[in-house]
Each structure stands twice: as C-alpha cells, then as structure tokens.
C-alpha cells in the first residue's frame, strides 16, 4: 500500500478528560469499515460514567464507513458496543471474522471478549464501570448484571499473572500449522503468554506459553502483537524488541 504525503483527512475527534485510556487503535473489519475502539476516558473507575452512557463516544466499539460520501467529509460514528474501560488491541478473526478484545481491567481483573462475527453490530455491553471480568462488581456488591456480556477469559493481579492485557491475535499462520485458530494475548506488566480456542461459544485449549517461550523470563512490557499477510505472529516490546512466533529448531 503507497502512502501520499497530504492526503489524510480528520474523520473523527474525540475530546479526552484525562490523559490515559484514549484509544490509539484502529483496526479495518471484514465489512470494510474501520473500527475504533477507544477507553473510558481515563482516570480511575471511569468518573464521567462513559462505560454505561450511550450517549457517550468514550468507553466504546465505534464503526465508521470511511468510504461514505465517496470520501469526501466525516462519516458518521455507530456505536457497536460499550462498556469497555480501555480495550488495548483488538483483532478479526481473518477466517471466522469473530473479534476478540483484550480489556484493560482497574485493580483487580484483565480480561479477553469475543464478539461472534454475526453479533459484531449489536450493541454487546461488557459491563464497565458496573463490573470488571467476569461479573465482579466495580463499585458496590450487589450490582445489576443485567444483559451484560462476561467476558470468556480473566486473569487476577493478586496472583501475580499480570495487570494490563495486551490483545493480540488468532493464529492463521503456515509455519506452525498446530496453532491454527488459537488465540494469542499477553500482559503488559509480567509478559505472560497465553492462547486458547473459541469454539462452540466455550474456550478450549487454554496455554500458558510463558514456560516455554521465555523460561528465563527476560520478556517484559509487552505492548502490541503484529500479524503479517500469512498470517504469522509478532510480539513488540516497549524496549524496541519485535519477536516473531517460529517453531523451536
């Protein structure tokens, strides 16, 4: 894909109240349209109550057709899901089209969702600031749970398994043809690992890869995954590290 220098065009601004949480991912869907998944806002326990506010931007799933107008103008953004506190990496399944999402939790709980790719437009609520993982109330005991989506992976930071997910991808990749259709995600904070399967709405094959693929534990900060055009995997650490996923020799 050529770039041309002066060609962008502003589509979308969002004013943020504080300077963490704010997006900075964008991802192209099977439909075409660009999805842009952005945080509460930021500060803690989302203080403006973005999560649960339909009226609000922040703390959501937007689509936005880029090709609407031939081009010209800023298309309109559609919300197609809420009550995300700050969804760090997000990817399309490139064979099932299914998306699969790495939330960012508070204090207590990271977690994975997986929208199927016949409910990506359907306004699925993840439940933040009401809940964090899998039902566990933010604010007050008790909470209303009501038509909110769990996720289908958690992971807990008194354990010590991490405090910041990172979502990455599924593997659709050549080189390692075992791995096909497992999901990938990491943690920001301890490097873990980790990969499942999604099949009949349940995960199953669930891996801690952390053993294997750093023993030493030298890995840390790890920030983002990459995909290239056949579908192989890549990790990029904030130290300026990019590893690829390749079979052991």
Known sequence: MMLTPGSEREILFLEQPYPNHNGGHL?????GKLYAGFGDGGDRMDPHGNGQNRSALLAKMLR????????????RPEIVMLGLRNPWRYSFDRKTGDLYIGDVGQDHWEEIDVVAAADVGKGKNFGWNVVEGMGHCARKKGCDQTGLVPP???YNHETGEGCSVTGGFVYRGKAIPELDGAYFYADYCTALIRSFRWK?????DHWDWRPTLDPKEKLAKLASWGEDEGGELYLVSLDGTVLKLVRAK
């Open 27 to 31: 991802v192209f869907g099977p439909d």
């Open 200 to 204: 009949a709405g349940k995960i199953v």
């Open 64 to 75: 936005l057709d880029v090709d609407a107008g031939g081009g010209k103008g800023k298309p």
């Open 152 to 154: 289908v992976a958690e």
